[in-house]
C-alpha cells in the first residue's frame, strides 16, 4: 500500500531471505495481504475492476469465498501482461484474482514472483506473500491434501522400491559365495526354497525371503541397513491404507462436493452429494448448500435430524440461520442462544447481533458484537466485510474445518479399492498376517545364522573366494593369506611371487572400478552397495528414486485444474532433482573412487 513504511531489521533480512531461498523451490510461494503500489492505468479503463466488484457481489449472495475459474482466468491474463514486460497491470491482475479467489495459492505466486527483488523492501515483500501463501494452502484443503499425498507416496514408494533394489543387488553381490558353498555342499541349494514359498504371500515377502541363502555372507554394516530397510517394509504395510486414501479420495465426487461446500469454493462444477450417504458430515454439508441456495424448510429438515445424532453448537447456529430466512427471529435467537451454551462461538454472537439491530435493540447488538469480537476478532472482521440484507450475508453460517475434512477423508477411504490398492499388489495377504509373516522370516534369519558354522569369504584385495571347506581362510580384515604376506610380510614371498601378487591385486582393482562406474551409470547407489558402501548407496539410491516417483507422480495423478501451473513448477523441480542426484553421484565415481575401497 502506498506510503507504508517498513520498518526492518537484520533479523526481519535474513528471515525473509531464508525463506524466500526455501519456498522459491517449491510451490508454496504466495501474497501479503497489502495492496500492490500501482496506478490504475489501463487496468481500470477497461471496466475490468467493475466486472471484479460484480463477481465479488455475486460472491457474497452465493455464501461463497473462491470463484476459481474467475480467478484462474485473471491469472493467464496477468501471466501474460508479465510475459510482455508490462508488470504493473500483470500485479494488479494478481491481485485481483487474489482478491476473487484468498485461498487459492496460484495468484500468491505469481504475486511472489512478480515482487522478487534482492533489494531488502521487495525481498521482505516478496517474504510477505510467501507466508501467506502458505495460509492460504493451509486453508485450502484440495492443494494441502494433494500435495501432502503427492509428497508422501513419493517418500514411500521411493523407500519401498528402494528397499527392493537394495536387496536384489545386495544379494547378487552375494552369488558368487553362495554358489563356491553349493559346490562343497549340494544341500545349501535346498534355501532356495525359501523365496519361492515366501513369494506365495506376495512379491515384498519372495524378495525379502531371498535374503536367506545370503544372510551369513552380510557384514555388520550391510545387516544393519537391512533391518533398517525391514524396518521400512513394516511401515511400508501400515501405510498402504493411506496411499489409498490420497489416491481414491480426491475421485469421489461427493466428497468433492463436501469439500467445496465447506470451503465456500466455485469451481464451475455442480454440487453433487449422495443422497444415499447418511454420515454427519455429508448431511451437513447438504443441509448447508440446501440453505444457500434458499430452500430452508429442507435445511431444517437434515439439521433437525443431526441434533438427533448429538449436540452441535454449528448445527444450532446454521439452523437459526434458516429461520432467519424464513422471517422467525424468534425462533432464530432461541437457536443461537442454545449454541451459545453448547460454545462460545464468534458467529452466533455475531449473528445474534445483527438480529438485535434489526429490530432496533442496538444495546444488545452492541453486547453481542463485543462478545463475537473476544471470541474471534479475525472472523468478525471477516463477517463485516460482506454483510449485506440477503441471508447468506446478513447472518454467518459454521462450516466444517480443515482438519475435520483431512479426517473425512481417510474415514471414507481407508482401502479405496482391493482391485488396485497399492498394498495387494505387493503382499496378498492382510497387514496384520503381511507383519506376523515379517516376524517369522526374521526369525528364521536369526536362526540360521547360528546353526551354519562354515560359509565363504571374497578377499577384498585380489577378489579370491576362500573357506574353511577348501582348507583355505581370511588372514586378517578380509584380506586372504598370501595377500596379507605380500603388502604387510614382505619377507613371507620371493620377489617374482610378489610382484605377480601385486598386478592381480591391481587387476582386480581396476575391474571393479570399472564395474563400479558401469552399474553408478545405470543406477546411481547400485554399484555402492554391490561393493559393500551400503549406507551411502542405499542414500543416493533411495533420494533418486524418491524425485522418479516424483516426477511421475506430478505427470500422472489427477489435478484440479487450478493447481496445473504449480504442478508444472513441481515437476521441473523434481526432474531437477533427479538430474541433479544422477549427475552428483556419476560425476563423484566417475572422478576417483576412494582408496579406501581398495
Known amino acids: 500500500m502506498k506510503g507504508r513504511i517498513l520498518v526492518l531489521d537484520k533479523k526481519l533480512i535474513l528471515l525473509a531471505i531464508l525463506v524466500t531461498c526455501i519456498l522459491m523451490s517449491a510451490p508454496l510461494i504466495a501474497v501479503q495481504a497489502e495492496e500492490a503500489a500501482v496506478p490504475s492505468g489501463d487496468v481500470e479503463r477497461t471496466g475490468l475492476r467493475e466486472d471484479i466488484d460484480g463477481l465479488l457481489e455475486r460472491r457474497a449472495e452465493l455464501g461463497l469465498k473462491n470463484l476459481e475459474p474467475q480467478s484462474v482466468f485473471l491469472i493467464k491474463k496477468g501471466e501474460q501482461a508479465y510475459k510482455q514486460k508490462r508488470e504493473k497491470e500483470a500485479i494488479k491482475l494478481f491481485e485481483q484474482a487474489r482478491e476473487l479467489s484468498p485461498d487459492l495459492p496460484l495468484s500468491y505466486l505469481y504475486l511472489a514472483k512478480a515482487h522478487f527483488s534482492l533489494s531488502p523492501k521487495k525481498l521482505y515483500k516478496a517474504s510477505g506473500y510467501l507466508l501467506g501463501a502458505w495460509r492460504a494452502l493451509l486453508n485450502n484443503f484440495w492443494w ?16 519401498h522400491v528402494s528397499v527392493i533394489i537394495f536387496l536384489v543387488v545386495l544379494m547378487t553381490s552375494k552369488l558368487s559365495l553362495y554358489v563356491h558353498d553349493i559346490i562343497e555342499d549340494k544341500r545349501k541349494i535346498l534355501l532356495l526354497i525359501a523365496p519361492v514359498l515366501f513369494a506365495l504371500f506376495g512379491p515384498i515377502f519372495g524378495v525379502i525371503g531371498f535374503i536367506l541363502p545370503f544372510w551369513v555372507y552380510l557384514k555388520e554394516k550391510e545387516k544393519i541397513v537391512l533391518y533398517s530397510a525391514v524396518g521400512i517394509s513394516f511401515i511400508i504395510i501400515l501405510m498402504f491404507p493411506v496411499f489409498s486414501s490420497f489416491t481414491g479420495a480426491s475421485q469421489d465426487r461427493t466428497l468433492r462436493s463436501v469439500i467445496k461446500i465447506n470451503e465456500g469454493i466455485f469451481t464451475g462444477e455442480s454440487q453433487e452429494i449422495s443422497t444415499t450417504r447418511d454420515d454427519y458430515e455429508a448431511l451437513f454439508s447438504r443441509a448447508l448448500e440446501l440453505k444457500r441456495r434458499g430452500r430452508y424448510d429442507e435445511a431444517i429438515s437434515i439439521y433437525n435430524e443431526l441434533l438427533k445424532i448429538k449436540s452441535d ?37 455475531y449473528n445474534l447481533s445483527q438480529l438485535y439491530r434489526e429490530v432496533f435493540d442496538f444495546s444488545d447488538a452492541e453486547e453481542y458484537y463485543d462478545r463475537a469480537v473476544r471470541a474471534d476478532a479475525r472472523k468478525v472482521a471477516l463477517y463485516s466485510s460482506i454483510k449485506g440484507m440477503s441471508v447468506n450475508r446478513f447472518v454467518m453460517d459454521e462450516t466444517l474445518e480443515n482438519r475435520e475434512l483431512w479426517s473425512l477423508a481417510f474415514k471414507w477411504y481407508p482401502y479405496y479399492s482391493s482391485s488396485v490398492s497399492l498394498g495387494r499388489m505387493q503382499s496378498f495377504t492382510g497387514r496384520g498376517a503381511s507383519i ?25 584385495r585380489c577378489g579370491e573366494i576362500y573357506c574353511s571347506a577348501c582348507e583355505k581362510r581370511i588372514s586378517h580384515e578380509d584380506v586372504c593369506l598370501t595377500c596379507f604376506k605380500t603388502l604387510v610380510q614382505v619377507s613371507e614371498l620371493g620377489p617374482k ?47 533418486f528414486i524418491f524425485f522418479l516417483m516424483s516426477t ?17 513448477f513441481f515437476r521441473l523441480v523434481s526432474a531437477g532433482g533427479l ?20
Open 144 to 159: 494441502s491434501f494433494q500435495t501432502a499425498g503427492m509428497f508422501i507416496l513419493s517418500l514411500f514408494i521411493s523407500l
Open 313 to 349: 453448537a454449528r448445527v444450532y447456529n446454521n439452523l437459526a440461520n434458516c429461520y432467519v430466512g424464513l422471517g422467525r427471529y424468534d425462533t432464530a435467537s432461541g437457536y443461537y442462544n442454545q449454541a451459545l451454551e453448547s460454545a462460545e462461538m464468534a458467529s452466533a454472537s
Open 436 to 460: 506376523f509373516l515379517l516376524v517369522i522370516l526374521m526369525a528364521v534369519l536369526h536362526v540360521y545364522k547360528s546353526k551354519v558354522s562354515r560359509w565363504a569369504y571374497r578377499c577384498r
Open 497 to 543: 611371487e610378489r610382484v605377480e601378487r601385486i598386478l592381480e591385486i591391481q587387476h582386480y582393482r581396476d575391474d571393479k572400478n570399472q564395474r563400479l562406474k558401469l552399474l553408478t551409470a545405470i543406477l546411481p547407489g547400485s554399484g555402492h552397495i554391490y561393493y559393500g558402501r551400503t549406507v551411502y548407496g542405499f542414500v543416493t539410491l533411495a533420494v
Open 552 to 568: 511421475v507422480f506430478w505427470i500422472s495423478m489427477p489435478l484440479p485444474a487450478s493447481m496445473e501451473q504449480t504442478a508444472s
Open 579 to 598: 538430474v541433479l542426484t544422477y549427475g552428483f553421484a556419476v560425476i563423484r565415481v566417475m572422478r576417483r573412487v576412494p582408496k579406501k575401497w581398495h
